[in-house]
């Protein structure tokens, strides 16, 4: 168990819709990160928070967003939602915003139909 | 940009033998760190070892070693006394080590290895 909590495991959904993802850092870690694993486009960096502040974006679409609470919880929102969409979403947390190691959670699966 | 290159899609080792994964990527940068993370069925993500670049000693953890050679910007995972349970995607990451830079894992694209009996 790595510490890192992610609900829902998995998620079903139709094309349009909305969705939201969560995710708990471990205790302690400032800096939150969230990943897509898909099979055309393997893993990939979506977005990073630190102590509620973004720090840094990847491939992230305009039809996500993500932030992180005062608590240091994190959600990913997804709208408008495609077929393509369908993937793993990963939730990592680390530290501070240093090269420290980041710990994932199992993840959520997400189904778009 | 860095790039994570794995060259093996699949490997196979047998029961208490020994496997090497191979990982090279490209870069500029000096400082950086390299990570292996596996995942298994289970779909977790889970950090095999870690290999700072400005230390030229080699990582270990247990049953895993890596061999690192930083001019050659090769960074191989060694398995040895396979285990079935070592049977998972395994994954080569790379990750900045420049302040101000995003701290984004940039991931290869896995070997998958099956571990037979």
């Known amino acids: 168990d790595s510490g890192v909590t992610q609900t829902p495991k998995h998620l079903i959904t139709a094309t349009g819709q909305r969705v939201t993802l969560r995710c708990s850092p471990r205790?302690?870690?400032?800096?939150v990160y969230w990943y897509q694993q898909s099979l055309d486009q393997g893993l990939q960096f979506l977005i990073q928070y630190y102590n509620g502040e973004e720090r840094a974006k990847g491939n992230i679409l305009e039809r996500f967003s993500a932030q992180q609470f005062p608590d240091l919880h994190s959600e990913l929102n997804l709208s408008s939602l495609e077929l393509g969409d369908s993937a793993l979403y990963f939730c990592?947390?680390?530290?501070?915003?240093?090269?420290?190691?980041?710990?994932f959670g199992a993840g959520t699966r997400l189904s778009v139909l | 940009a860095q790039t994570v290159t794995q060259s093996q899609p699949e490997m196979s080792v047998q029961e208490a033998e020994t496997v090497t994964l191979s990982c090279t990527y490209d870069?500029?940068?000096?400082?950086?760190?390299l990570f292996w993370y596996k995942q298994p069925p289970s779909r977790q993500m889970i950090l095999v070892i870690r290999?700072?670049?400005?230390?030229?000693q080699n990582a270990t953890e247990n049953r895993f070693s890596v061999n690192f050679q930083k001019a050659a910007k090769s960074f191989s995972l060694k398995i040895s006394d396979s285990q079935l349970g070592d049977a998972a995607m395994y994954f080569c990451?790379?990750?900045?080590?420049?302040?101000?830079?995003?701290?984004?894992?940039?991931f290869g694209t896995g070997t998958r290895l099956q571990v037979t009996l």
């Open positions: 205790s302690g870690d400032l800096s």
């Open positions: 990451a790379y990750l900045s080590g420049h302040t101000g830079t995003a701290s984004k894992l940039t």
């Open positions: 870069t500029s940068e000096s400082d950086y760190y």
């Open positions: 290999q700072e670049a400005y230390k030229q």
């Open positions: 990592a947390s680390s530290k501070d915003s240093d090269k420290n190691i980041q710990y």
